[in-house]
């Protein structure tokens, strides 16, 4: 059965960190390129960063360049996002997903709440 | 970034109805193009990817086409669980972009 679950979220005040981790199974988790997405009601689905099978590449969305790090842990088969320097903007509901020309596979999400 | 729209943002029909969403890229995405189903309080569910092909244990009900920057998701007959919402997805350009979604209710 595969699983993919979010954890770390909670309320952080603007300015902190966070960070974000995601434990999979069921899956060759080495084998699969990784991303975040995170949804709110008013902008709906944002794809938030990508991070390859090998580890070699990631990629971010702008606005969160040079603030949060995808990273990977394949002894452990857990993906991780850290949240520097936090916004307002920030908040939202934060899934984790596997596959490469498609998610084929999501978490259940884990929400970020960032409120002064 | 490509931007993607989708139409219709809200869409009525009935059981057994033949529906059609169309999502409209604002530039070409090749055939790296997915289509995702998601109900309230759940994540996304992948139905289509690479435009046309149908994710595994998917009901051929659902049906994805196009080409360049226009993208169709079909549902031949509406079944009750299909009443969900609806988003598109480009995998062709970083950053990866999602369509603002297509709420499908109950007619």
């Known amino acids: 059965q595969v699983q993919l679950v979010e954890s770390g979220g909670g309320v952080v005040q603007p300015g902190k960190s966070l960070r974000l981790s995601c434990a999979v199974s069921?899956?060759?988790?080495?084998?699969?390129?990784m991303h975040w997405v995170r949804q709110t009601p008013a902008k709906g689905l944002e794809w938030v960063a990508v991070?390859?099978?090998?580890?070699?590449?990631?990629f971010y969305v702008d606005s969160v360049k040079g603030r949060f790090t995808i990273s990977r842990d394949d002894s452990k088969n857990t993906l991780y996002l850290q949240m520097n320097s936090l916004r307002d903007e920030d908040t939202a509901v934060y899934f984790c997903?596997?596959?490469?020309?498609?998610?084929?596979?999501w978490g259940r999400g884990t929400q970020v709440t960032v409120s002064s | 970034d490509i931007q993607l729209t989708q139409s219709p943002s809200f869409l009525s029909a009935s059981v057994g109805d033949r529906v059609a969403i169309t999502c409209r890229a604002s530039?070409?995405?090749?055939?790296?193009f997915a289509w995702y189903q998601q109900k309230p309080g759940k994540a996304p569910k992948l139905l289509i990817y690479?435009?046309?092909t149908l994710q595994s244990g998917v009901p051929s009900r659902f049906s994805g086409s196009g080409s360049g920057t226009e993208f169709t998701l079909t549902i031949s007959s509406l079944q009750p669980e299909d009443f969900a919402t609806y988003f598109c997805?480009?995998?062709?350009?970083?950053?990866?972009?999602f369509g603002p979604g297509t709420s499908l209710e109950i007619k």
């Open positions: 530039q070409a995405t090749g055939t790296f």
């Open positions: 997805q480009q995998l062709h350009t970083f950053p990866y972009t």
């Open positions: 069921g899956i060759t988790f080495r084998t699969y390129h």
């Open positions: 991070i390859w099978s090998d580890g070699s590449k990631k």
């Open positions: 997903a596997g596959g490469s020309y498609f998610l084929g596979r």
């Open positions: 690479g435009t046309s």
